[in-house]
Nanobody, 126 residues
Framework: VQLQASGGGLVQAGGSLRLSCAAS????????MGWFRQAPGKEREFVAA????????AYATSVTGRFSISKDNAKKMVYLQMNSLKPEDTAVYSC????????????????????WGQGTQVTVSS
């Protein structure tokens, strides 16, 4: 499974960006696609995830109400819409996939995802 996140860039605080990640055919029916981010000097942290089998998304507390996941089955894409961006959202954002159907509590753990893309830089200026 090859993944590539795209759509990052430089934006002012309060602005918006939409990240994209290609979804494989197999993953669209089961498994989870997650978004993680890593800021300089910090550990990679969970941002959001979408469970294909149940059609639901989960979000980190820090982004709830500002970020949302959507998908386009025809284009086989998953999007992370990021609104009301803050300087603390600055990080490299990566999409990740597991083919397993994770329970809710497992969504937040980066070790549950087998496949990772290279990431895209998001920089939010104050």
């Amino acid at each position: 499974v090859q993944l590539q996140a795209s759509g990052g860039g430089l934006v002012q605080a309060g602005g918006s960006l939409r990240l994209s990640c290609a979804a494989s055919e197999r993953n669209r029916r089961s498994g989870v696609m997650g978004w993680f981010r890593q800021a300089p000097g910090k550990e990679r942290e969970f941002v959001a995830a979408y469970r294909w089998s149940v059609g639901t998304a989960a979000y980190a507390t820090s982004v709830t109400g500002r970020f949302s996941i959507s998908k386009d089955n025809a284009k086989k894409m998953v999007y992370l819409q990021m609104n009301s961006l803050k300087p603390e959202d600055t990080a490299v954002y990566s999409c990740a996939v597991t083919t397993r159907n994770l329970i809710y509590s497992a969504l937040f753990s980066r070790t549950e995802y087998e496949y990772w893309g290279q990431g895209t830089q998001v920089t939010v200026s104050s």
